[in-house]
């Protein structure tokens, strides 16, 4: 992986309780929710109207993440060009290209199937059997499949921990910066 947000390694085994793949499908889920959240927030301090709720909800109309994302981007330009602050800007920008990044991860998520699985991976340097519950793109998804129609994701309890604790980093870490924001408004 050479980012944070990059697909992980599969798993080495499946997950033995199918409830324990769908516990950490859902705390991802939600993870991920109280980020969106905090966007909202966010944006309501770049747009001036600070937790206002009608601000928050106007972040949430687009129905897609990138077009609320662009939203929360122009938003941040024009709140950069009244109140210049360089390094609460780049910080903004590291956090959105990592949001962005993560969102992927996200949409497998949320978009994949747990199911049962027992098969073996075979490439030219490796082979490995893997067995239990995992969470799976479904076969119609192309663009989540190889050549070989295999999936490039798979995801246990393991790696949805993992996933859900970056994704509320990302949370916390949006919080932080409107707390910044609205500080480096201040007079």
Request: hydrophobic residues 40%; aromatic residues 12%.
């Amino acid at each position: 992986m050479t980012n944070p947000w990059d697909i992980p390694p599969f798993p080495t085994a499946g997950d033995a309780d199918e409830w324990e793949t769908y516990k950490w499908v859902g705390k991802c889920l939600t993870e991920w929710e109280w980020l969106e959240y905090t966007l909202g927030h966010l944006y309501s301090e770049f747009i001036g109207r600070r937790a206002e709720i009608d601000a928050i909800k106007e972040y949430g109309e687009p129905r897609i993440f990138a077009d609320r994302i662009s939203c929360l981007a122009k938003s941040a330009g024009r709140f950069f060009i009244r109140h210049q602050n360089q390094s609460i800007e780049g910080k903004f920008y590291d956090l959105l290209k990592a949001i962005i990044g993560f969102s992927d991860r996200r949409n497998e998520i949320a978009h994949g199937i747990v199911t049962k699985i027992d098969f073996r991976l075979s490439s030219q340097d490796s082979s490995m059997k893997i067995a239990g519950y995992v969470l799976i793109p479904t076969l119609y998804t192309k663009r989540k499949l190889d050549v070989r129609n295999l999936p490039k994701y798979i995801y246990t309890a393991n790696e949805l921990t993992v996933l859900a604790a970056r994704f509320g980093g990302l949370a916390r870490a949006t919080v932080r910066l409107r707390i910044l924001s609205a500080r480096g408004r201040q007079p």
